[in-house]
C-alpha cells in the first residue's frame, strides 16, 4: 500500500527506500524459510526477523551475503542487490553532493521493481518447497496465526487498519496481495 502510494504520488525517493525495506523483508524470509527446510523444522532464528536493543542484528549487507552463501539468491541478483544499495545510500547520503537528480532515481526504481518481482517469485518457491515437503512455517501456522500476522504488517502501514483486519481479515490478504501487483515506477 504504501509503494502503491508513493507511486501514485510520484514519490521517487520514498519508493526507492521502500523497496530496499521489501526487499530485505523477502531476503530474510527466504533465509528463515530455506533453514527451515534444511534443518526440518519450524524453528525461527529470531536474530533474522527483529532487532532488539543490545541484541544480535543483521545488516543489509549482511543479509545479503547470508542470502548468497545459504542459496536463497544466486550471484547475479547478489550483483544487482548490491549496486541497487549502493545506489540507494548515494541517492540518500549524497543526493546534493553528486550529479544525481531526481529524474535520474526513475531509472533505479525500475531495477527496483524487477528484482522485487524475482525475489517474490524465490520466497514463493520456497514456500512451495515447504508445503511439498510438509516442513516449516509455512505448513505449520494456522489461519488465526495468519490473521495476526495480518494485522501486525497492518498496524505498521495503517494504525486504523488492525481494526479493519480483526473484522475482516480477508480483506487484508487482498489489500497485501495487491499492493504486490502494482504498476512499476
Known amino acids: 500500500m504504501l509503494l502503491r502510494r508513493a507511486h501514485d504520488q510520484g514519490s521517487l525517493i520514498e519508493g526507492m ?11 530474510r524470509i527466504g533465509l528463515v524459510l530455506k533453514r ?10 529470531d536474530s533474522l526477523i527483529q ?6 542484528f543483521y545488516t543489509e549487507r549482511q543479509i545479503y ?7 536463497v539468491i544466486d550471484e547475479p541478483i547478489f550483483q544487482e542487490l ?5 545506489r540507494r545510500n548515494d541517492i540518500i547520503h549524497k543526493f546534493f553532493l553528486t550529479s544525481i537528480t ?12 524487477g528484482i522485487f518481482k524475482q ?36 498496524k505498521k502501514i495503517i494504525p486504523s487498519a488492525a481494526d479493519e483486519a480483526a473484522v475482516n ?8 496481495k495487491n499492493s504486490l501487483s502494482m504498476p512499476a515506477f
Open 102 to 113: 531526481y529524474d535520474s532515481v526513475a531509472g533505479d526504481l525500475v531495477r527496483y521493481e
Open 65 to 71: 551475503r547470508m542470502a548468497l552463501q545459504e542459496g
Open 36 to 45: 527451515q527446510l534444511k534443518s526440518k523444522t519450524d524453528s525461527i532464528d
Open 119 to 154: 525475489m517474490y517469485e524465490i520466497v514463493y518457491s520456497i514456500e512451495k518447497a515447504q508445503i511439498d515437503q510438509g516442513v516449516g512455517m509455512t505448513v505449520a501456522g494456522s489461519v488465526e496465526d495468519r490473521n495476526e500476522i495480518f494485522r501486525e504488517i497492518n
Open 17 to 27: 527506500a521502500l523497496y530496499a525495506s521489501l526487499l530485505d523483508g523477502l531476503l
Open 82 to 86: 548490491s549496486e541497487l544499495y549502493n
Open 51 to 56: 532487532q532488539t536493543q543490545s541484541g544480535t
Open 169 to 176: 481479515p480477508k480483506s487484508n490478504h487482498e489489500l497485501l
